[in-house]
């Protein structure tokens, strides 16, 4: 009897490794998209709370400097709601850092018709990052930033000038705290050391909030992964 107990045990643990999701197939999904030259570890943070929060998470990583933007969107976003809906999830959202709200922008204005839950971007550079513009002419800067780093800028050649407004519901948290200070001279206005906060702005967006935290630990802080989680939940920020 002891060891038929003990096979029927091994069998369901085998199942449950193998079929995560399908136990609670209502369950809703959280894809996150971490930022330029960084990988998915950088968003281990998030990923642990949204998971003890009631989120099934995919935490992707991709290739951030080797191709270009419309080519890691297809791609990162794609394998992201791809694993959501395959492992039975009825509602898709997405948190990003930096870069990768630029993918979800450009992947959702291309698949429209798609239905998504909630976004939350952390630091997205919406209108470009001066600091791109004036690293553009110091040599060697197109090789370590890639393809993409290079269309992040302000000017007339930058791939966001392509994008319009967005079509689902957004949440921003922009940062205050510049931890640069060459950056008093090369950028105009309260900033996160990477992008101004008036550059993570959209035109759509549904709400914005504005903390002091930088750009690069910024999905580590405690504040912004509460509101986060707020936000996917509710449709809001914590109000203050």
């Not at 290739?63 to 492992?87: F, H, M, Q, W």
């Not at 966001?160 to 090369?186: K, R």
């Not at 206005?189 to 930088?214: F, I, Q, R, W």
Request: hydrophobic share 40%; with cysteine.
């Amino acid at each position: 009897m002891l060891m038929f107990r003990l096979i029927k045990i091994c069998l369901l643990s085998t199942l449950l490794c193998w079929f995560p999701f399908r136990a609670s197939a209502s369950q809703e999904c959280v894809v996150l998209l971490h930022g330029l030259a960084r990988i998915s570890n950088s968003m281990s943070e998030l990923e642990n709370k949204l998971t003890r929060s009631g989120f099934h998470v995919v935490n992707v990583k991709y290739p951030s400097r080797r191709y270009e933007i419309k080519i890691l969107a297809v791609d990162a976003v794609d394998r992201g709601l791809t694993t959501c809906l395959y492992n039975g999830a009825e509602k898709v959202h997405f948190v990003t850092h930096s870069l990768g709200g630029i993918l979800v922008r450009y992947y959702f204005q291309k698949q429209s018709k798609l239905d998504l839950g909630r976004v939350v971007m952390l630091g997205p550079p919406n209108q470009g990052s001066e600091i791109v513009d004036r690293l553009l002419p110091v040599p060697g800067f197109g090789f370590l930033s890639g393809p993409t780093g290079v269309a992040l800028g302000t000017g007339p050649d930058s791939v966001l000038n392509e994008l319009g407004p967005v079509n689902f519901d957004l949440g921003i948290i922009a940062g205050t705290t510049n931890i640069n200070p060459i950056n008093l001279f090369l950028m105009d206005g309260p900033n996160d050391s990477v992008v101004t906060v008036e550059s993570t702005k959209v035109e759509g967006m549904s709400a914005h909030l504005v903390l002091p935290v930088t750009h690069t630990f910024m999905m580590l802080n405690n504040e912004v992964i509460d509101n986060t989680i707020h936000y996917l939940k509710t449709g809001s920020f914590i109000p203050e």
